[in-house]
């Protein structure tokens, strides 16, 4: 029961709610994006006191996507392979992507994960002094025409049901130049139950998809908690473009997903889905 009530408060992020619960801090968030080194103390244990409880379980996840000029992509590209170090030792970086299709073409997407966002705070004002960063942010400027960013709590339910650790701790496959990352966006309706109810939906029909075409790695899923609101996001990776279609084509066949989806369209805005591809320097690969 009281992991029952841990699940639904991390969906609903009112987590500080439980009164006596332990949690571990994620101690992972060194794991998939060496070298960066977090300033916070996340190898320690929560204990159980009610105000010692961490607001974010799971850490937050920050999605940034930036539209390049046309004319850009390939030197802005360039910097970033230039300055991956650096980019690599001052931020948790998680994965880079280029859209391969179904976006925009010239779009890079970014994901970062931090504690909570004081320590997102002190990162960022510390890489925004190092001479280094400051140097290619004035030289990739010129080529980005708007920046978006949201952050994103991961779904604690979801994972428990795949028995899949933080999204951090994934590690790719070796690298495939025929991989692909298959971005899953829904936009919700508005209402405060919509999004733990899609949660539980996919909770109950997400391993007998997996189960179906199990080539399909399942990297990440997470809601907006900053950001345009009741958005869902999944992040896949497949062994190919063709790979994705064909994990499709074999879900649809199973029964338990099919109920997921009737269960969980009626509240759904739109859906769009695109193909990325990981940059040379991406952990996930």
Not at 88 to 115: A, E, N, Q
Not at 241 to 246: D, H, K, L, V
Request: hydrophobic content about 40%; charged content about 20%; proline content about 8%.
């Amino acid at each position: 029961m009281l992991k029952s009530l841990r699940n639904l408060c991390e969906v609903s992020g009112h987590s500080s709610i439980l009164p006596s619960l332990s949690f571990s801090c994620n101690s992972h968030v060194n794991d998939a994006r060496k070298p960066f080194k977090s300033g916070g103390s996340c190898g320690d244990t929560f204990t159980t006191e009610a105000e010692e409880l961490p607001l974010y379980p799971r850490g937050l996840v920050e999605i940034r996507e930036y539209t390049l000029k046309p004319e850009g992509v390939g030197a802005y590209t360039q910097l970033a392979i230039e300055y991956a170090a650096v980019r690599k030792t001052l931020l948790p970086l998680l994965g880079i992507f280029s859209c391969d299709v179904g976006s925009s073409l010239h779009r890079i997407t970014h994901m970062y994960h931090y504690k909570d966002f004081d320590e997102r705070d002190a990162v960022r004002a510390a890489a925004a002094k190092h001479p280094d960063w400051r140097k290619f942010i004035e030289l990739s400027r010129p080529h980005v025409q708007f920046q978006e960013n949201k952050v994103m709590l991961e779904a604690g339910p979801v994972y428990d049901a795949l028995k899949l650790p933080h999204c951090s701790l994934f590690q790719s496959p070796p690298p495939d130049p025929k991989a692909i990352y298959e971005l899953r966006s829904y936009q919700m309706h508005p209402g405060h139950g919509v999004v733990p109810n899609l949660v539980e939906a996919f909770q109950s029909g997400l391993p007998a998809k997996i189960a179906s075409y199990p080539e399909g790695k399942l990297v990440f899923f997470g809601y907006s908690d900053v950001g345009m609101l009741n958005n869902v996001v999944e992040l896949w990776r497949f062994p190919s473009a063709q790979s994705c279609i064909r994990a499709r084509q074999a879900s649809r066949k199973v029964a338990a997903w099919g109920a997921t989806m009737k269960a969980v369209t009626p509240n759904v805005l739109h859906f769009t889905s695109s193909f990325l591809r990981p940059l040379p320097f991406s952990p996930w690969l």
